[in-house]
Nanobody, 124 residues
Framework: QVQLVESGGGWVQTGGSLRLSCAASERTFSSYTMGWFRQAPGKEREFVAAVTRGGGATAYADSLKGRFTISRDNAKNTVYLQMNSLKPEDTAVYYC?????????????????WGQGTQVTVSS
């Protein structure tokens, strides 16, 4: 079973940047598609971004393209989410997730393992 631990969340002003990290316990990390999701207060969890096993393909929520970048380092068993030009509406708990089926997927049900989340707060 894969254990995922997110870090890098915190408080930032509008226009600022944060880089989230998600470290996986599994040595076969490179066999998982990795995704980021977020859940804002009072809202459902939503897809943010995903990256394939080798990092060669990515997918993003349409509203976040150009501001967020997902990447991974399989040697470090870590996936990253670089978030730039942050807005108050980006405030949420951010979760990473692992999917062992390999395809880029945007639905929560496709992911088998989840981290506990890291809080991101963007102030205006």
């Amino acid at each position: 079973q894969v254990q995922l631990v997110e870090s890098g969340g915190g408080w930032v002003q509008t226009g600022g940047s944060l880089r989230l990290s998600c470290a996986a316990s599994e040595r076969t990390f490179s066999s998982y598609t990795m995704g980021w999701f977020r859940q804002a207060p009072g809202k459902e969890r939503e897809f943010v971004a995903a990256v394939t096993r080798g990092g060669g393909a990515t997918a993003y929520a349409d509203s976040l393209k150009g501001r967020f970048t997902i990447s991974r380092d399989n040697a470090k068993n870590t996936v990253y989410l670089q978030m730039n030009s942050l807005k108050p509406e980006d405030t949420a708990v951010y979760y990473c997730a692992a999917d062992n089926r390999g395809a880029l997927r945007r639905t929560q049900s496709a992911y088998d393992y989840w981290g506990q989340g890291t809080q991101v707060t963007v102030s205006s």
